[in-house]
């Protein structure tokens, strides 16, 4: 099944902060975040495994409730540069697909 | 180093006709997933490939296939194409067997006209 992603869409200032949320109905083994710009490829942000451990981009930060099978992201102080589409993407245990959310558009104005 | 190329970048097909992508992971990944992705229904899920195996195989028809040659590269094919099969296609390669984060590629723009 495919995650849910809440917001939609945001807007922020340039400085404000941002958390986008990521909910899946199954036990999860790890969960992936990725942003895309406009015509442009996702880009891998970060990667919570199952059992606390946590891979990427050293200006994010994640948290995974394993129990809930959610997950939040974070962006602080926000730059224009942050700017695209938030995507989540859950893996599921046993030989499992990943498979991404319907986004979050964050735009970043000045 | 190189990241994950795809080719053509762009492609204009007619109906009825039949299409063959190809994707380059990065160097020594094994994993090899394609997704579609279209501004109604997001990224979904094609295959995924792993050491020349298809391990998963995503809700399309069967007239979506592909393969993974024993270098990783790997194909993608979509026969009598039609309208609905308009997307970016793109592939993602990754180290690990699991739990790792995806590379994708720039994409393949398919216009079916």
């Known amino acids: 099944q495919q995650p849910v992603q809440s917001p939609q869409a945001v807007i922020l200032r340039e400085g404000e902060d941002a958390v986008i949320n990521c909910s899946s109905s199954k036990a999860l083994y790890s969960v992936h975040w990725y942003r895309q710009k406009h015509g442009e490829a996702p880009v891998f942000l970060m990667i919570?495994?199952?059992?606390?451990e946590q891979k990427g981009h050293e200006k994010i930060s994640a948290s995974f409730n394993e129990k809930k099978q959610q997950s939040s992201l974070y962006l602080t102080a926000s730059q224009l540069s942050y700017s695209g589409t938030y995507f989540c993407g859950t893996e599921g245990f046993g030989n499992e697909k990943l498979t991404f959310g319907t986004g979050t558009r964050l735009t970043i104005i000045p | 180093k190189a990241g994950v190329t795809q080719t053509p970048r762009y492609l204009i097909k007619t109906r009825g006709q039949q299409v063959t992508l190809s994707c380059s992971p990065i160097s020594g990944h094994r994993s090899v997933s394609w997704y579609q992705q279209t501004p109604g229904q997001g990224l979904q899920f094609l295959f995924e490939?792993?050491?020349?195996?298809?391990?998963n195989k995503g809700n399309f028809p069967g007239r979506f296939s592909g393969r993974q040659f024993s270098n990783s590269r790997s194909e993608m094919n979509v026969s009598t194409l039609e309208l609905g099969d308009s997307a970016l296609y793109l592939c993602?390669?990754?180290?690990?067997?699991?739990?790792?984060?995806?590379?994708f590629g720039s994409g393949t723009r398919l216009t079916v006209v």
């Open positions: 919570l495994l199952k059992g606390g």
């Open positions: 490939y792993f050491s020349e195996t298809q391990r």
């Open positions: 993602a390669s990754s180290l690990e067997d699991r739990g790792g984060g995806y590379t």
